[in-house]
């Protein structure tokens, strides 16, 4: 049973730029979740979807877009791209309820 | 608002001895509390979870973690620490009451085990 799948990998993208970065959920899960993660600190909380809207949104910038796709997938858009996007970006994906949340292993985005 | 805190940046323990990673949150409904681990350039590895029910719960690789809910902390701990055991652990928690089931991390505790 795959987890959750994350691509690509490593990306390195020039300021001003715009990227996407894509998820798949884990099988079973409804729920996608997307958190930064800037070197030496813990994860933070960007947006979730679920049954292709937006549920809910922490502090970022409307430059940090997303979507979810009817198969539960998703994407992550960053425009104009600032150096200080440059970080670990997490997926995860969650069941309906109280289940627990699995995470990707993550796209590590470089601005330079 | 929810919050977490890992008051320790770094513990550094000996192989073989009790490890302890302290965690306390801030909810305003039921905490859903859970403990995640991080190796180098990987993402996050789930460990346990509280949901209801007992306040000791076990978890992979010998993990267990104490839920107190009059201390509001939820402390991981691991008898005998191994080599291996070295990485970053989160902290993380979800507000039952909150719309949405977002997670708040905690700053994260780098975990050193020295032979």
């Known amino acids: 049973d795959a987890g959750v799948t994350q691509s690509p990998t490593h990306l390195i993208k020039t300021r001003g730029q715009q990227v996407t970065l894509r998820c798949s959920p884990k099988s079973g899960h409804d729920t996608v979740s997307w958190y930064q993660q800037a070197l030496g600190q813990g994860p933070q909380f960007i947006f979730q979807y679920y049954e292709e809207e937006e549920r809910q949104r922490g502090n970022f910038p409307d430059r940090f877009s997303g979507h979810q796709f009817p198969n539960y997938s998703s994407e992550l858009n960053v425009n104009a791209l600032l150096l200080g996007d440059s970080a670990l970006y997490l997926c995860?994906?969650?069941?309906?309820?109280?289940?627990?949340?699995?995470f990707g292993s993550g796209t590590r985005l470089t601005v330079v | 608002a929810q919050s977490v805190a890992q008051p320790e940046d770094q513990v550094n323990v000996a192989e073989g001895n009790p490890l302890t990673v302290k965690c306390t949150y801030s909810v305003s409904g039921n905490p859903y509390l859970f403990w995640y681990v991080q190796y180098p350039n990987r993402g996050l590895q789930f460990l346990l979870k509280?949901?209801?029910?007992?306040?000791l719960v076990k978890g992979s690789y010998g993990f267990e973690a104490e839920f107190n809910k009059s201390q509001t902390s939820f402390h991981l701990k691991k008898p005998s620490a191994l080599v291996s055991d070295s990485a970053l652990y989160f902290c993380?928690?979800?507000?039952?009451?909150?719309?949405?089931?977002?997670?708040?991390f905690g700053g994260g505790t780098r975990v050193l085990v020295k032979p």
């Open positions: 993380a928690v979800r507000d039952e009451e909150a719309a949405g089931n977002k997670l708040t």
């Open positions: 509280y949901i209801t029910g007992d306040n």
């Open positions: 995860a994906s969650s069941p309906t309820g109280q289940g627990g949340y699995t």
